[in-house]
């Protein structure tokens, strides 16, 4: 509809001055007066103001694409924030199997004589917050997924399978290509260079408008007793450019050009910084990532295992395991956090640059 209010401009400005018509009927001699009259402008200001609506609907063809790529980066974060949801109710669904499993061991060692009620009763209430923390997690799964419909103007209760894997790493780009990349395609670089275009072609037109304009009329006059019945007449006008030449106008535009490129530069600076600094966070959560999964994320199963083991054995008390499984759940729910930020700074990266990267 935008586009559609911007195309109705030029239609606008290619519209040319109505002729007019006059009558006059007095008692001077001759007795009427029919006067036809054409004006018609001219050192280009026709052409120049619907060169001037072309280029406004460029810009417009800017904003467009510039709201095209901000829900480019609100679809992505709204996909992963659903798939981080669907990460952490598996992840909270596999340890209420493991609160199961202990809740199992501490009543058949209970059950011996090895341990004391007292560990039956916290095996159960780590299977109830387990369980608790599981339902909760159902919830916000659904909210993440009745956002990501919202988004896409389907109804709520949509089903969404959810092919790509929060886990998917983004393609690898140089910094300096990317800067390279962002120079050429970045929103605010591309808004800015559609309007010093713009205010160019107005400048043309404020030109054009110093050229004084010409009206030519003809016609005729009729009833002028002992003289003559009808006879023809014509006129031509033009506009004596003394008092308004459009000084102000001209250096107002020089004015908002130079303004223009004085944003330009220092937007192409902050743009550069911006990449680079969303460019480094990238990075940060790619070893962020890669700790976890290669380190983190081993070593706590590995211990939860042991203690586990060790519980079953009669070497160490419940506590310990309950330590152990709540140190994997967090590293686990830091794990996903992660991956989410990851796509978070990625998408963010790619609306900066202001093409798609993969």
């Known amino acids: 509809m935008q586009r559609m209010v911007a195309l109705a401009g030029i239609t606008i400005a290619g519209e040319r001055p109505n002729p007019s018509v006059s009558f006059d009927a007095t008692r001077d001699i001759p007795h009427e007066t029919l006067l036809f009259d054409l004006p018609i402008e001219l050192g280009g200001k026709r052409s120049t103001r619907m060169e001037t609506a072309r280029q406004e609907v460029a810009l417009t063809d800017v904003e467009i694409s510039t709201v095209g790529r901000q829900v480019r980066r609100q679809v992505r974060e709204a996909f992963f924030a659903a ?70 103007n389907e109804p709520a209760g949509t089903t969404w399978e959810l092919v790509t894997p929060l886990e998917t790493m983004p393609p690898e780009s140089a910094l300096p290509d990317l800067i390279s990349r962002a120079t050429d395609a970045n929103p605010e670089l591309q808004h800015l260079a559609q309007e010093l275009k713009v205010e160019q072609s107005r400048e043309k037109a404020i030109r054009a408008e110093r ?68 460019y480094n966070e990238l990075n940060a959560r790619l070893t962020e990532v890669r700790l976890y999964r290669e380190t983190v994320i081993p070593a706590g199963r590995k211990l939860e295992s042991l203690a586990e083991e ?32 990851l796509q978070q700074a990625f998408a963010e990266l790619e609306e900066i640059v202001g093409v798609p990267l993969e």
């Open 211 to 278: 050229i004084p304009d010409v009206s030519v009329g003809a016609g005729g006059v009729f009833n002028a007793p002992q003289e003559y019945h009808a006879g023809a007449m014509g006129e031509l006008t033009i506009e004596l450019p003394v008092f308004t030449r459009f000084q102000g106008e001209l250096a107002q535009s020089a004015a908002t050009q130079k303004l223009i490129e004085g944003e330009t530069l220092a937007t192409r600076r902050s743009v550069a910084g911006n990449v680079e600094a969303v």
């Open 310 to 341: 060790s519980y079953s054995a009669g070497k160490t008390s419940i506590l310990a395991v309950l330590d152990a499984q709540r140190n994997v759940q967090q590293n686990e729910r830091d794990y996903l956090q992660s991956l989410f930020e």
């Open 83 to 152: 798939a981080l949801g669907a990460g952490i109710v598996d992840q909270q669904g596999r340890l209420v199997e493991l609160a199961k499993k202990l809740q199992v061991i501490a009543k058949t060692r209970f059950d011996s004589g090895d341990v004391p009620q007292l560990e039956v009763l916290q095996a159960d209430l780590e299977l109830a917050r387990a369980q608790a923390d599981l339902e909760v997690a159902r919830q916000e799964s659904k909210v993440a997924l009745g956002k990501l419909a919202s988004l896409l």
